[in-house]
């Protein structure tokens, strides 16, 4: 018989670094494969946005009571987006399993700086707001058995983008950019943040352009690389931390930019050139992390919102030349959905009682449950 007796239904809901939009996808799952029924992505309301920003920038000015606002805040949003979600697909919120929301991360400090992840969204909200079980708080039991609780998708990359003969490497561009080695011949998958995905192009864009991303690389694509700034950022330490690691835009912001731009001293550049700077930086990172560490993948598979990044994806390509680089949509998930999708499957592997995280990529000392369940 063919699998259509194990499918299911579960939501999915991401908002990544970016806080760009809540995410929402509503997928059937097979046995080995995903269909994503329905999709769409709200943004928070523009008040809400610059709040989390700027407890995400600056949290020493973040407050309890304000923490707690916004934990109740982006819960109101994550519910609206199931409700809106449902409506759409004309979907009855009791043929749904589960929820699985990955929340708003408002602090990523996997290491020596204090040991935690911090997402916010409520899910008790979710659950009651809309009858439907919520599988939410996936980071914590990683970092409770020593892992740095990110990245989470390296499993999910597995399930369902392994070839048993095609060494391949799975890309996401987010705010920050990370890899999953899929190898069947190597028994380790490996799998880490390269380091910045669209996160300083973002932000540059935005200080110096007041746009919030720079569409297409149209920007940069004028500029010109600098070949002194770019040896500076690449020389950052994080490039050549070996994995397991995971980073956030605790570390990878404006002021990362403007620390890197004031080891030129007097030296003069223009902010398109910057912006060009920054692109290659992004690609070259993306590719040295991809070179060391998966030398045989000639196929690489490409999420998140910098796949739309025209200029980037060209810089991609001719940083990693013989290597076939196309999106997830080649493989029938549209690349925007990838990430809200692996969280829809995570859930379902705590419902499942199965253990995602993948240790060898967080360091976790063993293999866990992901998530706890609200209802
Ligand atoms: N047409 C485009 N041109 C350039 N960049 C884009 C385009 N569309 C989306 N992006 C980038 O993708 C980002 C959102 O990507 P996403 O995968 O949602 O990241 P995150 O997981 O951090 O939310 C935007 O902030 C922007 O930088
Ligand atoms: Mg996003």
């Known amino acids: 018989m063919p699998n259509s007796e194990n499918k299911s239904l579960y939501v999915g809901l991401m908002s990544g670094t970016s806080m760009d939009a809540i995410d929402a996808v509503l997928v059937n799952f097979s046995d080995h ?4 029924i329905a999709a769409r992505a709200d943004t928070y309301p523009e008040n809400l946005r610059k709040q989390l920003m700027a407890a995400a920038r600056n949290p020493d000015a973040c407050t309890i009571d304000k923490v707690a606002q916004l934990d109740r805040a982006v819960a109101e949003c994550f519910r609206n987006a199931v409700l809106n979600l449902l409506d759409q697909a004309s979907i009855d919120a009791s043929s749904v399993t589960a929820i699985g929301s990955h929340g708003q991360t408002l602090q990523h400090q ?3 700086a204090g040991n935690f992840s911090v997402q916010i969204g409520d899910p008790h909200v979710i659950a009651f707001g809309t009858g439907i079980t919520t599988v939410a708080d996936f980071r914590r039991s990683d970092i409770a058995v020593g892992g740095e609780g990110a990245p989470l998708t390296p499993a999910f990359h597995r399930w369902l983008f392994m070839d ?3 060494p391949r490497t799975v890309l996401n561009i987010g705010g920050i950019a990370n890899i999953t080695i ?5 028994e380790k998958t490996i799998g880490f943040d390269t380091g910045p995905g669209n996160v300083l192009l973002d932000g540059w864009s935005s200080i ?5 991303y720079d569409s297409n690389g149209s920007w940069a694509c004028e500029g010109k690389i600098n070949e002194t700034l770019l040896a500076f950022m690449l020389a950052d330490p994080y490039f050549s931390q070996p994995p397991p690691k995971s980073t956030g835009i605790e570390y990878f912001n404006n002021n990362w930019t403007a620390e890197k731009l004031a080891l030129l001293a007097k030296k003069q550049i223009s902010d398109t050139d910057i912006q060009c700077t920054l692109s290659e930086l992004t690609a070259r990172s993306i590719c040295q992390a991809i070179q060391n560490f998966s030398s045989h993948s000639k196929e690489l598979i490409v999420c998140g919102g910098g796949v739309h990044n025209k200029f980037l994806m060209d810089r991609l390509r001719s ?4 290597v076939e680089i196309s999106s997830t949509k080649n493989f029938n998930l549209h690349p925007d959905w990838v990430e809200a999708t692996a969280f829809a499957w995570l859930a379902k592997r705590c419902l499942e009682r199965k253990p995602s995280n993948v240790p060898t990529v967080t360091g976790a000392e063993r293999e866990v449950v992901l998530g706890g369940i609200f209802m």
């Open 33 to 36: 494969a995903c269909q994503v």
């Open 110 to 112: 996997p290491k020596d």
């Open 164 to 166: 048993k003969t095609t």
């Open 182 to 186: 899929l190898d069947s011949s190597c």
């Open 208 to 212: 110096k352009r007041d746009q919030p």
């Open 319 to 322: 940083c990693l030349p013989g």
